[in-house]
């Protein structure tokens, strides 16, 4: 059976904002945001939608402390499951002047030691959801748009059928990749929206956060 996904980042879309049309979102099984955008955006989606938004932080997030997103779920260093689906997020951007949901190699690679347990335990993971793209693939040659190594690592040791990032926005230039394929991994950039199509597994559907619950 197939789902489908709505995936956006870092650029609030005209499409669905200032153009809406509630049959924009018919037959959309699952919202995923990659960060950058305003909560009040996710807001809405989540109104309209009827089906789960989720999301991590980007790197210019920091109202969400004050001000996060009503009806959605930030799946932050947790392992949230919908449908025998594992997704898995690690929000925010590479350090480079210590705002709001960035971190150092060092920080994002502790973090994802953290998630060894909750790893183990559900047997790998199916999805990655990041604000950064991993290091070396389609990343940036700058440090505030240059991807994780330990990203990276972590895609080569999981396998995830799917990654998706921001971050490095497609209008950077012509060489950026809407989509791309590492290993046996899909990748998509989910500059402001993309919609797509992703078997998952003919399980009763369920919704839970491991490492906590909502």
């Known amino acids: 059976m197939k789902l489908r996904i709505l995936a956006i980042a870092d650029e609030e879309s005209k499409y669905y904002w200032d153009f809406f049309e509630k049959s924009k979102l018919e037959g959309i099984d699952l919202i995923i945001s990659c960060g950058d955008l305003a909560p009040q955006y996710l807001s809405f989606l989540a109104t309209y939608a009827k089906v789960p938004v989720l999301y991590v932080h980007g790197n210019h997030d920091g109202c969400y402390d004050d001000t996060p997103p009503d009806g959605c779920e930030s799946i932050e260093d947790r392992i949230y499951e919908y449908r025998g689906l594992r997704i898995l997020g690690l929000g925010g951007s590479m350090c480079y002047n210590f705002g709001a949901y960035q971190y150092t190699e060092?920080?994002?690679?502790r973090r994802i030691r953290k998630l060894a347990m909750q790893l183990k335990l559900r047997k790998g993971v199916d999805?990655?959801?990041c604000h950064s793209p991993a290091f070396g693939i389609n990343d940036g040659e700058d440090l505030p748009h240059?991807?994780?190594a330990c990203i990276t690592e972590l895609?080569?040791?999981?396998?995830p059928k799917l990654f998706l990032h921001g971050h490095v926005h497609l209008n950077y230039g012509r060489n950026m990749k809407r989509e791309d394929t590492y290993m046996d991994t899909r990748i998509i950039n989910a500059y402001e929206r993309h919609v797509f199509e992703m078997e998952f597994p003919d399980v009763p559907e369920k919704k839970q956060l491991f490492g906590g619950t909502k």
Not at 106 to 109: A, E, F, I, Y
Request: avoid cysteine.
């Open 106 to 109: 060092s920080q994002m690679k």
């Open 127 to 129: 999805i990655l959801v």
């Open 146 to 148: 240059r991807g994780f």
């Open 155 to 159: 895609l080569i040791k999981q396998k």
